[in-house]
């Protein structure tokens, strides 16, 4: 086993490294902002009376958390062209994401929704709200802080993620990561200083999560 | 239609090649990771500071790296390191390590669950430690940990996917060198898709079907 490290190649390239680190931060966001929106509807109507609602946020949840997620981003990214709708590769992976996102937050969603107190929505109905009022002042906010600590568990797990968008030559952190790899062979150095900079972003986001979930009290 | 199972039929050895590997691979990880993730929960839970040290950073680091982060370095880094691995065998390095970090939290929040009277009992009937844990802890932590670890397998044959990018001959490269050679782009991924959901969705009620089982028994 002879091997020196030498991480000068790696910190020459840091700052592409940085940057793809940025743009996985960019994807997650992007990606579990829409996914909060559709986990959201899905979340509501797979609570909903309607047998056909539920049937439609069954089937949704069953298909995307039982199918890879990169086998999702190709399809999307290849097969997406073939019926006439053409994305770029960020958006076709921010939609891929998205969809994957929505899948996992609308189990978290439905947790929260299940876990708000039957009492607070009576009184929300006592004092006359009507039902989509009592959903959006009463249900949400608090189904939101119940659901945030899963909420922020999803979003670094779709952080981590984005790291499949180098399938799709999209530059962010693994990408760069290969390319350094491919073109100095600091094998070692590389992939710890890579899967360091993961560790660390998931750390930081992990911790700043526990900050807001003291900020706001639970219910 | 009928040209895609024309194309199917011709690459009906290939795709089945990859889905074997596939599964190969994934079978391979759990019980790797599971054997990995036993001693890992078991350490953390009853290890001196010194010894649950090392294992605490093994879960954090695998936890906090992405998948392909780990399955890129599982094939490149043993080659500088002497060590030569195929890259099945650096795949399933890759996959068992994560999955052994996830087992390992799971098997430490199982053991965690359990009333610490349960040892006290075991000490007062004269049990020594390994009998306790063979015995009365493990029994009861199984049927906790089972069903979050028929979803870790559902998680491996997922991410078994990624291990296309390694050039591993498995379902998804499969289906992308028939792709290549037919263009059938949306046929051949949903086709993919089609098969993992059947084994995903299989895992996963034999896991809901083993849980009610369990439970009833014990």
């Given amino acids: ?219 | 239609m009928d040209a895609f199972l024309a194309q199917l039929w011709i690459a009906r050895w290939p795709i089945f090649d990859g889905f074997l590997m596939t599964i190969g691979i994934s079978v391979g990880a759990i019980v790797f990771g599971t054997i990995l993730g036993c001693i890992v929960g078991i350490q953390l839970v009853f290890g001196s500071f010194l010894v649950k040290l090392p294992f605490r950073l093994y879960v954090d680091i695998m936890r906090g790296t992405p998948l392909l982060v780990l399955i890129l370095a599982a094939f490149y880094v043993p080659a500088v390191l002497g060590l030569s691995l195929s890259a099945p065998q650096a795949g399933t390095l890759a996959l068992g390590l994560f999955a052994g970090a996830h087992i390992g939290e799971l098997v430490r929040g199982s053991l965690q669950a359990i009333p610490p009277g349960q040892i006290e009992a075991g000490r007062a009937i004269g049990l020594r430690f390994p009998q306790i844990l063979a015995n009365v802890l493990l029994p009861q932590a199984l049927r906790t940990a089972l069903p979050p670890w028929i979803n870790t397998g559902v998680e491996l044959i997922k991410g078994s996917s990624l291990l296309s990018m390694i050039g591993v001959g498995e379902l998804l490269l499969k289906t992308q060198e028939v792709i290549g050679r037919n263009f059938m782009t949306i046929q051949f991924y949903v086709f993919a898709g089609i098969l993992y959901l059947v084994v995903n969705i299989a895992l996963d009620l034999l896991g809901k079907s083993l849980e009610r089982r369990l439970g009833a028994r014990l």
């Avoid at chain 1, 490290?5 to 997650?28: E, M, R, Y």
């Avoid at chain 1, 989509?132 to 952080?159: D, E």
């Avoid at chain 1, 968008?165 to 150095?189: C, G, Q, S, Y």
């Fill in chain 1, 1 to 219: 086993m002879n091997y020196t490290l030498h991480f000068g190649a790696v910190w020459a390239s840091f700052d592409h490294l940085l940057g793809g680190l940025a743009i996985g931060l960019g994807l997650a966001v992007a990606a579990v902002a829409i996914g909060t929106l559709i986990g959201l509807l899905s979340a509501f109507a797979s609570v909903s009376h309607s047998r056909l609602l539920r049937a439609i946020s069954g089937t949704y949840v069953l298909l995307i958390r039982n199918i890879p997620l990169l086998v999702l981003v190709l399809l999307v990214y290849f097969a997406l062209p073939a019926t006439g709708i053409r994305l770029d590769k960020y958006e076709s992976f921010i939609g891929s994401l998205a969809l994957y996102a929505g899948a996992y937050l609308t189990e978290v969603f439905r947790a929260g929704l299940l876990s708000v107190p039957k009492g607070i929505v009576e009184a929300g109905r006592a004092i006359g709200l009507t039902r989509l009022q009592t959903n959006l002042y009463v249900v949400a906010p608090v189904m939101l802080r119940n659901s945030l600590p899963s909420l922020g568990n999803t979003f670094i797990g779709m952080f981590k993620d984005s790291s499949i968008a180098a399938a799709i030559a999209i530059p962010e952190l693994t990408f760069e990561a290969r390319k350094i790899n491919v073109d100095t062979f600091r094998v070692v150095e590389t992939w710890s200083v890579a899967s360091g900079l993961y560790i660390a972003a998931c750390f930081t986001i992990a911790a700043l999560l526990r900050m807001l979930e003291r900020r706001f009290p639970k219910f």
